[in-house]
Nanobody, 117 residues
């Protein structure tokens, strides 16, 4: 396992969580990074990404509520999730992709987020 997620849990709607992605076993600074999620009964979907230069992209469903960031020195990635909604429930996966060699793509095992009413 090259990347490890943490920070998931149970939160009430409107609350916040911060997910972390530990990428300390790879040369993280040269990788692009993303967060994906899989909700019950649905396919895995894109949530947010950040390039190695720091350019961010968000799914429309989380834009304005989630913030992706990275600390290349610490080899960590983050997903700050605010104003959580019931539909945000799912397993969240960290993904790192080498921009010049997509065969070097790593997925974590996921961290579960449950948003309750």
């Amino acid at each position: 396992v090259r990347v490890v997620e943490s920070g998931g849990g149970l939160v009430t709607a409107g609350g916040s969580l911060r997910l972390s992605c530990d990428a300390s076993t790879i040369s993280f600074s040269i990788y692009n990074m993303g967060w994906y999620r899989q909700s019950p009964g649905k396919e895995r979907e894109f949530v947010a990404s950040i390039t190695r230069e720091g350019k961010t992209t968000y799914a429309d469903t989380v834009k304005g509520r989630f913030t992706i960031s990275r600390d290349n020195t610490q080899k960590m990635g983050y997903l700050q999730m605010d104003h959580l909604e019931l539909e945000d429930t799912g397993v969240y996966y960290c993904n790192t992709v080498h921009p010049a060699a997509t065969i070097l793509t790593y997925w974590g095992q996921g961290t579960k987020v449950t948003v309750s009413s």
